[in-house]
């Protein structure tokens, strides 16, 4: 489903700030994989997604969507194909605009759009019952601008609107990194759901070490732009934080020495 072979990614080359996003990376997903990803700040794992959505040009590698080179296709033209979830309430709806009608531009996404009349009777039927799954009583207030939702609320509509056209790749980017911890807990469950029901390919970021253990199926840990341990299916089951800290306590150590050593 997804393949990164060898990707290298530099900021500011060449100059006192130039800093090393990602430093050979290679990753292999299959369909219906669940990768949870942690690491220390500037680990790389935001760098990671950008890269994946196109966001930002890798330096050198190959990506690979399904059977498809997308390395040097901008964002938009990989839109159909990943969908995305940000930290930021804020970031992934239009708060000017209702609920339907931000549900509207989210199931057009990378299609082309003809000018038509409003939003029709059955494709409010559908976002009718799409936002009753969420258990939030949004069906009821689909004329309603985002703008007054809660964090919690907008973010549980992102999560709806990212899965609505079944991406290929969802991204998840801390998406409840800037909620209290009932909603987080909230986004969280739905996100399993989600996922869960549409059979989606998913990449989660996130600092919460119990949540990447909780979630998904397989686990990257991170640092300074590599990715230093995996945990598979049969091993995540059983690991804990304490089994995490430790790995990345040891894998640090050993990048430190290698660095001495070169």
């Known amino acids: 489903m997804l393949s990164l072979t060898d990707i290298h990614k530099t900021f500011f080359a060449g100059t006192v700030n130039q800093r090393l996003a990602l430093q ?11 990768v949870t990803i942690i690491g220390s700040n500037g680990a790389g794992k935001s760098t990671l997604l950008n890269v994946i959505a196109g966001t930002i040009p890798v ?16 964002e938009h033209r990989r839109a159909t194909g990943i969908a995305r979830v940000f ?43 799409e936002l009753a799954t969420l258990g939030l009583g949004l069906e009821n207030r689909m004329g309603h601008r985002v703008g007054l939702l809660s964090g919690g609320q907008r973010q549980a509509v992102s999560l709806l609107m990212a899965s ?27 996100t399993q759901r989600v996922i869960a029901e549409s059979g989606l390919t998913a990449l989660m970021v ?57």
Do not use: C
């Open 59 to 74: 330096d050198q590698g190959q990506i690979r969507i399904r059977d498809r080179v997308v390395t040097k296709l901008p």
């Open 206 to 262: 996130t600092h919460n070490m119990e949540h990447a253990l909780r979630l998904g199926n397989r686990l990257l840990m991170m640092h300074e732009g590599r990715i230093i341990h995996q945990l598979g299916p049969a091993e995540k089951p059983e690991a804990t934080v304490d089994d995490l800290l430790g790995l990345f306590t040891s894998a640090k150590g050993m990048l430190s020495d290698r660095t001495l050593l070169n």
């Open 87 to 129: 930290q930021d309430p804020q970031a992934g709806t239009s708060p000017h605009m209702t609920i339907e009608e931000n549900l509207s531009v989210a199931l057009t996404r990378g299609r082309r759009r003809w000018l038509r009349p409003g939003i029709s009777r059955s494709r409010r039927q559908r976002f009718r019952e």
């Open 164 to 190: 609505f056209t079944r991406p290929d790749i969802l991204l998840l980017d801390e998406h409840t990194a800037a909620l209290d911890p009932e909603r987080a807990e909230l986004v969280l469950t739905l």
């Open 24 to 34: 050979g990376i290679n990753l292999e997903l299959e369909a219906g994989d669940f």
